[in-house]
């Protein structure tokens, strides 16, 4: 029997059971043959003793910390959350742990927020792409961290890459507002040197385009992927004359700006102007009018980043980097 208050160690556990330190490592990591009936008894005994293997210790012998670090741009953005939930579906039950680091923008805190997560020897990054450069990439790189990109152009030496078709989502949602007649169609976005702004513009010139429809500079502005991005670019758009009929976002976020610079102005939605979003985060089916937007598949996103992460950590794929693209869908609702 363990003293009270002093934690059980894997000796405490073999001397219980009646088996040896090594009989009980085996059980616990389930990569070495063990009989049932041993197996049940030394899982009876960690149960009765509350023991719990040190992570510490497990990782000095196996030279692993089994924990995986996200990279996020904007910790408060509810698209990294989602993906964050959506990584740790899978992470957990594998034994690794998941820490979510913020490096905010645009204070270019990356650099710094990447030398920690790395002296702390995680054994693989998913890195948001958005905001970082190909040093902060290339530094992951060289460290022989596994790493896993979520969006961003592929690049082989930059490694594995998760991404949702950006260009179509936001081709399909201005296409949409279209066909239903709208005529000057703005697109507020959101940093100018962001990879998803510089996508999401493709997506919003393609479609303009197809339509036979004239790219005008002046409805196209660059703020940032926030609440206040948006109330910055409605403020300037719809002081102009003639205003636009529709504003496209870059994301719910800036959606949901716009539509607070719509109440101010006393304008309805969608009968003075059309609104839409992307991302489709939990507020774009709570604000009034309900946002049209495109679903990017967050949580889908973080599983498939931890399952092509935890491939390349088991060995079980060692070949040339690989890039999935995942399927975006349009959500018609309330604001168009």
């Known amino acids: ?62 030279h692993r910390s089994e924990s995986v670090a996200l990279i996020v741009p904007d910790i408060t953005n509810p698209f990294y959350p989602a993906v964050a939930a959506g990584l740790q579906d899978v992470l957990l039950g594998k034994g690794y742990l998941l820490s979510v680091n913020d490096a905010a923008l645009p204070s270019r805190a990356l650099p710094e927020v990447v030398r920690h997560v790395l002296a702390r020897r995680v054994d693989g990054i998913v890195l948001a792409s958005y905001g970082a450069t190909e040093q902060d990439i290339a530094e992951i790189a060289r460290s ?55 996508i999401r513009l493709e997506g919003y010139e393609r479609a303009m385009r197809e339509a036979d429809r004239a790219i005008d500079p002046d409805l196209i502005l660059s703020t940032t992927f926030t609440r206040a991005g948006g109330v910055e670019g409605a403020t300037a758009l719809l002081a102009r004359s003639p205003r636009p009929d529709a504003i496209v976002c870059g994301n719910d976020l800036i959606a949901v700006g716009v539509l607070d610079v719509t109440r101010r102005l006393g304008l309805s939605v969608p009968g003075d102007l059309a609104i839409t979003g992307y991302d489709d985060i939990e507020a774009a089916s709570l604000v009034t009018p309900a946002l049209t937007t495109v679903h990017n598949p967050a949580r889908e996103i973080g599983r498939t980043c931890a399952r092509m992460l935890l491939d390349r950590l088991a060995g079980d794929y060692d070949d040339v980097a690989r890039e999935v693209v995942l399927a975006h869908r349009l959500v018609v609702r309330e604001s168009s």
């Open 1 to 62: 029997m363990t003293q009270v208050g002093r934690r059980p160690d894997i000796a405490a556990v073999a001397a219980a059971a009646g088996v040896s330190v090594t009989t009980v490592s085996h059980v616990l990591s389930g990569r070495r043959p063990v009989s049932e009936a041993t197996r049940a008894k030394v899982e009876a005994v960690i149960e009765e003793l509350g023991y719990r293997p040190n992570p510490s210790a497990r990782s000095l012998r196996t």
């Open 144 to 198: 022989g961290t596994k790493l896993v990109r979520l969006g961003g152009r592929f690049r082989a030496e930059f490694g594995d890459v998760v991404r949702a078709d950006d260009v179509g989502g936001m081709h399909d949602v201005v296409s949409h507002l279209i066909e239903r007649g709208y005529q000057r169609i703005a697109f507020v976005n959101g940093e100018q040197d962001a990879h998803p702004s510089r």
